[in-house]
């Protein structure tokens, strides 16, 4: 493409961005809704994933899960960290435009030196419609297992579920393990109501850091003498190349520890006859860099190792079209109105994402417009289409551009060398934060009509688990 065809892809950039993709259309109602199964991998890469490309064994369910179903090759997540990008996916907005309730003080008894980080943690305000929330309107039976602590129990995150746990943790580890969280849905499966379709939300932890595998996994990924030294940011002062074998072969092993159960719970569904009318959805929040751009962990950059994400999708309305893989951008924020579109429902007004069934159905000559992906962590900003990503930093002179065609990885800044398309993402950015303000503003009226009576049960073993992950010090 020359020059001006691709300024003109970035000019569509920043229109798409501004008028939102929305709801496209009203489906049939199906004789009988799909099961809906949606499984989150918390800090999985897409590029350790095997029906990606990965060559070391750490999916193979997942890959014959992917070749029985449908692949998103360019999937991003709104955010590089758990609470932005969940509230995104539950939501189908950006987080900057969501609406955030009062803050709750920590219980006595936390250490007085986070008392301030806690009360800074957000809450999902009950004026944005979840996903959840239009499928229990619809008549699912809805149950979500979180295992993040950003999902503690007065973090709005419940809304629309009939039963949410934040699951306890494991005492060897910061979370539950993979097998446990698998132990409890197939416990709450087992007892639910037939008669009504369900949607459950399964939220691994693995591979999030620590880095800690079951023997069983561990064994097939050998980690070697290295050492263990997760951090969000730059590595530790002596950091050795000994040191990311080992912390990535652990990585790998708790991929791995997680696809286990992943085939283990399906395989359970298949035994009582439920996976038939079951639509299994597999994805990510984020990725874990490993000094892709200097750096470890997630949270700290927007760069496109922590944004893209693994996104499969198999069975129900979604069997007819086995064996393909979707091209085109996709983001984490489509996936709410792809479900509630599969599920014969008219994708809610609220929704700023749009329904993935177009692209499924006709990959490669669908005429949707084409998305472009706005992610947002602290004073970081990124705008990413097909063949760009964008970022902006507080007090940079100009954004960073890498052109995604010629280089992938994102190793060269080309924004010198195109001004043109700079200057409109440049813009696109201000816009969003003019939005972002006016959100703010609505924010603070719904928060001056709260009441605050509620009495927040959240513990103090929650804020420990938060440390033990690597968010708080």
């Known amino acids: 493409m020359g020059a001006l065809g691709r300024q003109s892809a970035a000019l569509a950039l920043a229109v798409v961005a501004a008028a939102g993709?929305?709801?496209?259309?009203?489906?049939a109602e199906p004789e009988r809704r799909p099961n809906v199964l949606l499984v989150l991998a918390d800090a999985l890469r897409r590029d350790h994933v095997g029906c990606f490309g990965y060559t070391r064994p750490t999916t193979p369910f997942l890959d014959t899960l992917a070749a029985r179903g449908v692949v998103f090759d360019d999937a991003l997540s709104q955010a590089p960290q758990t609470l932005n990008s969940t509230a995104s996916m539950f939501t189908s907005r950006s987080f900057p435009f969501l609406l955030w309730g009062v803050k709750h003080d920590p219980v006595p008894g936390v250490d007085p030196e986070h008392r301030e980080q806690w009360a800074r943690t957000p809450r999902l305000a009950a004026a944005n419609l979840t996903l959840a929330e239009v499928l229990q309107g619809a008549g699912y039976e809805t149950t979500a297992l979180f295992n993040n602590p950003h999902h503690h129990p007065t973090s709005?995150?419940?809304?629309?579920?009939?039963?949410?746990?934040?699951?306890?943790?494991?005492?060897?580890?910061a979370y539950a393990r993979a097998s446990s969280l698998a132990d409890a849905f197939l416990v709450w499966h087992a007892g639910r109501d037939r008669s009504r379709p369900f949607f459950a939300y399964l939220h691994f932890m693995e591979p999030h850091n620590p880095y800690r595998p079951p023997a069983s996994?561990?064994?097939?990924?050998?980690?070697?003498?290295?050492?263990?030294?997760?951090?969000?940011?730059?590595?530790?002062?002596?950091?050795?190349?000994?040191?990311?074998?080992?912390?990535?072969?652990?990585?790998?092993?708790?991929?791995?520890s997680f696809d286990d159960q992943l085939r283990r719970l399906v395989g359970v569904l298949e035994r009582r006859n439920d996976l038939g009318?079951?639509?299994?959805?597999?994805?990510?929040?984020?990725?874990?860099?490993?000094?892709?751009?200097?750096?470890?962990?997630?949270?700290?950059?927007?760069?496109?190792?922590?944004?893209?994400?693994?996104?499969?999708?198999?069975?129900?309305?979604v069997s007819d079209h086995a064996g393909s893989r979707v091209a085109p951008l996709v983001r984490n924020l489509d996936l709410a109105p792809t479900i509630v579109d599969m599920a014969g429902l008219a994708v809610p007004s609220e929704f700023e994402g749009s329904s993935l069934m177009p692209l499924i159905s006709k990959p490669g000559t669908?005429?949707?417009?084409?998305?472009?992906?706005?992610?947002?962590?602290?004073?970081?900003?990124?705008?990413?289409?097909?063949?760009?990503?964008?970022?902006?930093?507080?007090?940079a002179d100009r954004p960073v551009l890498y052109d995604r065609v010629a280089d992938p990885l994102g190793r060269q800044d080309v924004a010198a060398s195109h001004p043109n398309i700079s200057a409109l993402c440049d813009a696109e950015f201000d816009r969003l934060e003019v939005r972002k303000s006016e959100t703010e503003r609505r924010a603070r009226v719904l928060k001056a009509l709260e009441t605050g009576g509620e009495v927040p049960p959240e513990k103090a073993e929650v804020l420990e688990q938060l440390r033990a992950l690597g968010y708080v010090e």
């Open 21 to 27: 993709c929305g709801a496209d259309r009203t489906p």
């Open 156 to 173: 709005g995150f419940a809304q629309g579920f009939d039963d949410a746990r934040l699951l306890e943790r494991d005492p060897d580890t």
């Open 217 to 256: 996994t561990r064994e097939l990924f050998p980690p070697g003498p290295g050492r263990h030294l997760y951090t969000n940011g730059p590595p530790a002062p002596g950091f050795t190349a000994a040191d990311l074998t080992h912390m990535t072969a652990l990585y790998d092993a708790e991929i791995r």
């Open 277 to 317: 009318e079951t639509l299994i959805i597999v994805t990510a929040d984020h990725g874990d860099e490993f000094l892709d751009h200097g750096g470890l962990g997630h949270g700290t950059t927007v760069e496109l190792e922590l944004l893209r994400i693994p996104l499969v999708m198999a069975g129900g309305p």
């Open 366 to 395: 669908s005429s949707t417009p084409p998305r472009v992906s706005f992610a947002w962590i602290a004073g970081l900003r990124s705008l990413t289409s097909s063949e760009w990503h964008c970022m902006r930093s507080p007090g």
